[in-house]
């Protein structure tokens, strides 16, 4: 990862608790996190993956690109859902190292996204470079992009998948990708993302026509 995405994530973070007053104790509190993760967190010496991810999101209540983002709330990021679009060049994203994987987030602009696209390179070997399984609510689908790769989860025996190969699951279930050949191994994935109010701009809904 480069220094300068490290200072992202780390100045979200600290611009978010700065924002609301907190010490790191207090954000602490909020989010389960312990003191000495949040200040790497903020000084750049530890990441997240993307459950984690999730997780500090949903705790400190805003959406995950605010997390991309060292900007206010109601700043820069594309609020608008109706024709909004965002394109990504080659190189582009918000890159995080997480060990196990490098994860570069598309998109990560806009907010309220439906489902979060993800180009990971896999780096791990075996289940036990994991803290754990991942898991996070939603659905995840994988495109194999280069190398062999092995999903293991908690329902079903190791699946073997190569370049061109893809699979779609239950992301609730504890899961982790593997690199299972000899060189790169990376893929795309498209994970759903909950959102916390469907109709976030109080668009008129549409009622049944009265018989």
Known sequence: MTGTARSTLGSALRAIRKERRWSLAEASKHTGLAIST???IENGQRSLTYDKLIELAGSLQVDIARLFSGASDGSTASHALLGRRSVQRDGDGFTIEA???????????????????????????????????LRHAGEEFAFVIEGEVELHTELYAPLKLK??????????????????????????????????????LDLPVALPAQS
């Open 99 to 133: 060990g196990v994987y490098s994860y570069r987030y598309l998109a990560e602009d806009l907010i309220n996204k439906r489902f979060s696209p993800i180009v990971m390179d896999l780096h791990a070997r075996s289940v036990q470079a994991f803290d754990g399984l």
């Open 38 to 40: 949040l200040s790497k």
């Open 163 to 200: 370049a061109g190969e893809s699979v779609y699951f239950d992301s609730n279930i504890g899961h982790a990708y593997l690199n299972a050949g000899d060189g790169p191994a990376r893929i795309l994935t498209i994970a759903s993302s909950p959102i916390p109010n469907d109709n976030p």
